[in-house]
Nanobody, 123 residues
Framework: QVQLVESGGGLVKPGGSLRLSCAASGRIRSITAMGWYRQTPGKQRELVAAITSGGSTSYADFAKGRVTISRDNAKNTLSLQMNKLKPEDTAVYYC?????????????????WGEGTLVTVSS
């Protein structure tokens, strides 16, 4: 199993910045990809940014130019640096991990989620 705990959410003014962190524990070496998602009432959970075990990154269109996803393998943490925040960025942000268990000849996949951290962008 993999456990994910988010932190760093809070209240920030429009145009401000926040850095979210996700601490991962458990079978860390089995994680193949991680990402940040966000969700507001009435909307589906949507991808903000993702990073693979090889270091490849991807971003949602709304996040490009404002968001940077990174990982610190030594500390087993995933970070999301968010700049130029807008009121519409207000949401609960979730850390996600995709995990592959087993060996090459017999594997299975699992998805894990943190409980989320609230980001509120308001003046």
């Amino acid at each position: 199993q993999v456990q994910l705990v988010e932190s760093g959410g809070g209240l920030v003014k429009p145009g401000g910045s926040l850095r979210l962190s996700c601490a991962a524990s458990g079978r860390i070496r089995s994680i193949t990809a991680m990402g940040w998602y966000r969700q507001t009432p009435g909307k589906q959970r949507e991808l903000v940014a993702a990073i693979t075990s090889g270091g490849s990154t991807s971003y949602a269109d709304f996040a490009k130019g404002r968001v940077t996803i990174s990982r610190d393998n030594a500390k087993n943490t995933l970070s999301l640096q968010m700049n130029k925040l807008k009121p519409e960025d207000t949401a609960v942000y979730y850390c996600h991990a995709h995990v592959r268990y087993g060996h090459v000849e017999r594997t299975y996949d699992e998805d894990y989620w943190g409980e989320g951290t609230l980001v509120t962008v308001s003046s």
